[in-house]
């Protein structure tokens, strides 16, 4: 497997798709992993300008607008990151996408799924990467991955620069709103997949009594921002958004849980709910917590630790990092890719992006967890040889 990671913060679309390109040809990838930031504003002369260089009608590239760029030798707010991967022909990558994932995300994830479990008719995938746009409900599009998926699947939502207004999703040439799209991986891939998303329970549990969609009006039955200010002790300030989450309890099962960022109003005083990364159901039970910015930047220290014995030279890597993760740490951000990089020293390329949603499963003792969706949280794909 040969890879390599570039970037550029050229601000013209095309004369930065140029410099990835020229970065990138010195492999002839076989498929391109693409991150421009919100600044483009979904321009597809990035993608021209790759295709032009490089000059194959083979590649395949698959992205999406996000809220800053991680690479292995920059970490910056503007600009675009791109991966480059070449098997030599031992693996095949197969993309499917779809339009329509706000109104319709079971089907159109699912048709994704499905198209591409036929394409690969030799073997099942073995993998599966995922971009979609943010305005959609997550919870079916898991639904839908767990009942057509035959692999693991990681990706993220796009992105813009916080402010929920648009996003992009590159597929080739095309640049999408209201899309999802789906790798599939096919062949002998070595890879490794961790999730890291430890964080502080503060106060009880408390049960969702009023809520539509990704709005939370209510829990245990008083306003939900006065419900998070009793289990914290403390008044909240919109400067603690990205710092508060919910841990959401599933089936009030010991272990089983999952997390989702919140976004606070800007004034309490007009509203006093709170709107939520992913849609939330009546009656579930959500305890708030804290993650502070050095149990963030312990997680990715503790992925680098429990990799130690990995049975293959990881040599890619690819981040999908919460958005609210990248609030917290502010200036320290790069910190979780020089982690990484000095854990992985034999790695020759990177790229990462915070995500709006990060899709990743977890390790079970015979293999991988059914496809999750997170909140406030670092997923680290490895790829080796």
Request: glycine share 8%; net charge negative; with cysteine.
């Amino acid at each position: 497997m040969k890879a390599v990671s570039c970037f550029s913060t050229n601000m013209d679309p095309y004369r930065a798709g140029i410099e990835l390109a020229d970065k990138l040809s010195a492999i002839q990838p076989e498929v391109i992993f693409l991150y421009p930031t919100i600044h483009y504003n979904g321009s597809p002369e990035i993608v021209e300008a790759i295709f032009d260089v490089l000059d194959s009608k083979s590649t395949v590239l698959i992205g999406n607008t996000v809220d800053g760029f991680y690479e292995q030798n920059k970490v910056a707010g503007v600009g675009v990151s791109a991966l480059g991967l070449n098997s030599s022909g031992a693996v095949k990558w197969h993309l499917q996408y779809g339009s329509g994932v706000g109104e319709s995300p079971f089907d159109t994830t699912a048709n994704c799924i499905t198209g591409l479990n036929k394409v690969c008719s030799q073997l099942s995938p073995s993998l599966y990467f995922l971009a979609s746009d943010f305005r959609t409900d997550t919870d079916a599009i898991v639904e839908a991955l767990r009942k057509t998926a035959t692999g693991p699947v990681v990706g993220g939502l796009a992105a813009d620069d916080y402010s929920f207004h648009e996003c992009f999703v590159y597929v080739n040439k095309e640049v999408l709103t209201d899309s999802i799209a789906i790798l599939a991986v096919e062949g002998d891939l070595l890879f490794n997949i961790s999730v890291a998303n430890t964080l502080q329970p503060m106060g009880e549990p408390g049960r969702i009594t009023d809520c539509s969609r990704t709005q939370v009006k209510s829990i245990d039955s008083i306003p939900a921002m006065d419900f998070i200010e009793r289990e914290l002790g403390k008044p909240l300030e919109v400067v603690d958004q990205g710092n508060i989450v919910f841990r959401l309890i599933e089936n009030e099962v010991p272990g089983e849980h999952r997390i989702t960022g919140l976004l606070l109003p800007d004034d309490r005083m007009l509203d006093s709910s709170i709107k939520l990364f992913g849609k939330i159901d009546h009656g579930k039970r959500v305890q708030v917590c804290l993650a502070p910015p050095e149990r963030i930047l312990q997680d990715v220290k503790d992925i680098g630790i429990s990799l130690k014995d990995l049975p293959f030279k990881p040599i890619a890597a690819l981040i999908v990092s919460c958005a609210g993760r990248k609030k917290v740490l502010a200036d320290n951000i790069g910190k979780e890719v020089k982690e990484i990089i000095q854990s992985f020293p034999s790695l020759e390329a990177l790229v990462g992006f915070p995500s709006f949603g990060e899709f990743g499963p977890l390790r079970t003792d015979t293999g991988y967890s059914q496809p999750l969706f997170h909140n406030m949280t670092f997923i680290l794909l490895l790829i080796g040889e």
